[in-house]
């Protein structure tokens, strides 16, 4: 009689509730620290502001030396490159006459793929041949002291 007590009690130590309950306990201690580990290595300071922000622009279009007719589109195409993310974009035509703006864009793009590509049509006029610039730029998250810039000229004819 007294071995059948000790064996209940030493049953009910290990019962199958029991033994769910310590499982569901030590689940979601763990669940908490793999989250918040998770949770605080996706936000780094480090992931945001570099020493040195690193990135490659390529112009896909206009070609070199591209003569474009007044009224036609002016296909502008580049990609942007990095090992990290790409933060802030920007392309801008220049007419180099008079050095003023005529086309405009930048957004920022956060482009934690590394590769960022911008593809934009725009319709230049005009009545004498004139040079254009198109200058594409990238810089890290908050400060444009690191702009990385590229540019590619083209001629405007009427």
């Not at 689940?27 to 605080?40: E, K, M, R, T, W």
């Not at 990095?82 to 050095?99: A, F, L, M, P, W």
């Not at 725009?122 to 810039?149: N, Q």
Request: proline letters at 3%; glycine letters at 4%; charged letters at 25%.
């Amino acid at each position: 009689m007294m071995f059948r007590h000790l064996n209940r009690r030493k049953l009910s130590l290990f019962s199958f509730p029991n033994s769910i309950s310590a499982f569901l306990k030590v689940s979601f201690v763990l669940f908490l620290i793999v989250g918040s580990s998770a949770i605080l290595a996706s936000c780094k300071e480090d992931d945001h502001h570099h020493d040195h922000y690193e990135a490659d622009i390529e112009f896909m279009e206009p070609a070199v030396g591209a003569i474009i007719a007044s009224g036609d589109e002016v296909h502008m195409e580049v990609r942007f490159t990095s090992e990290g993310t790409i933060h802030n974009v920007k392309v801008r035509i220049v007419r180099q006459s008079d050095q003023s703006e005529v086309f405009l864009w930048e957004e920022h793009v956060h482009e934690e793929s590394g590769t960022y590509d911008f593809h934009e049509h725009v319709i230049l006029t005009t009545s004498v041949p004139e040079d254009y610039t198109i200058e594409a730029s990238t810089w890290d998250h908050e400060t444009e002291s690191d702009t990385i810039s590229l540019t590619r000229s083209f001629l405007l004819q009427p």
